[in-house]
């Protein structure tokens, strides 16, 4: 259900202050300051949730958007977020870079360390948050690819633009068990399009080593069910080292043990989100995964995903 958050229904004078509330609650904590004439200033956000990604559109008069580190100190969440420019023009400015976004551009910015959102002119934009574990498990020096432009004339850009304008129209009527699957599909357009920047670039590995990482992948994913799976079982069954397991994966976003995590994770969320399996308890679907520990298992999910799985499966089918 898409929440509609405005500035219209106060007087002029009290927009600003209402404006920064709203970016404040649906965002992080963030200082706005109007470009030009104050009592003109005028915004409005539509919002909505698409299984673990937090969707919204924003639609405002020029403003300047700082996070600083004193709001930071203070907060406990760690979120990326991603300015999608649909009108109008933006720059976002972080870890020493700035972006200049034009219509169908994207690029991403970390809630974690200070950053800035500057529009001179009327804009709008889709706006995408998602946790941090989400984007660090799939991308290794994320700190590298903030504030840097997507274009949106070719490739992943393109198609995440045209993704994001096709989806806005229809997603009051997505049927639940889809929306997982688009939400997916939004994630893998962003992460594609960001490993196409040069800071994501791997450095090449050796015939050997790429056999060993494509043998240790195959393996893991046959085997993720069983609960005995680990980086020494998997190790022992190729006939490898636990040091040569480990080092296949050296250069990926995150170790083995953690990807073994995120790879059921992602096979739990799958099912959670899947219309046939409603009636089988949230539990059983993680022990059928291959985790023992149901408290272990609620914690790992939130940090991955950012709502515990009863949260994720509600919003589903409420």
Request: charged share 20%.
């Amino acid at each position: 259900m898409s929440q509609l958050l405005s500035t219209d229904a106060v007087a002029a004078g009290e927009r600003l202050a209402l404006w920064t509330d709203l970016i404040c609650d649906v965002y992080v904590q963030l200082d706005c300051e109007p470009v030009g004439e104050r009592q003109a200033f005028n915004g409005s956000i539509r919002r909505d949730t698409l299984a673990t990604l937090d969707v919204s559109q924003v639609t405002s008069t020029p403003q300047h958007v700082r996070r600083t580190s004193r709001q930071i100190a203070k907060a406990t969440e760690d979120s990326f977020l991603v300015s999608i420019q649909s009108a109008g023009l933006g720059v976002v400015r972080q870890d020493g870079r700035e972006a200049m976004l034009r219509p169908g551009d994207f690029a991403l910015y970390d809630s974690t360390r200070p950053y800035e959102l500057l529009f001179e002119g009327d804009f709008q934009q889709f706006v995408l948050m998602l946790p941090g574990e989400t984007l660090r498990s799939q991308l290794r020096d994320t700190e590298r690819m903030t504030a840097t432009a997507v274009s949106g004339q070719r490739g992943a850009g393109h198609l995440m633009i045209g993704m994001m304008e096709t989806l806005w129209r229809d997603i009051d009527v997505l049927e639940p068990a889809s929306a997982g699957a688009v939400s997916d599909s939004v994630l893998h357009i962003l992460v594609a399009g960001l490993k196409t920047m040069p800071a994501a670039q791997k450095s090449p590995v050796s015939n050997l080593t790429a056999l060993h990482r494509h043998q240790v992948g195959a393996f893991v994913r046959q085997h993720l069910r069983d609960p005995r799976l680990s980086v020494a079982m998997t190790a022992a069954a190729l006939g490898i080292s636990v040091s040569t397991a480990h080092r296949a994966f050296q250069g990926e976003p995150c170790s083995l043990a953690h990807w073994i995590w995120a790879e059921r994770l992602d096979a739990i969320k799958r099912d959670l989100a899947d219309a046939s399996l409603r009636r089988r308890g949230v539990s059983d679907i993680a022990f059928g995964w291959g985790f023992n520990d149901a408290a272990h298992f609620s914690r790992a999910f939130k940090e991955r995903f950012g709502v515990t799985p009863r949260q994720f499966r509600q919003a589903l089918y409420p």
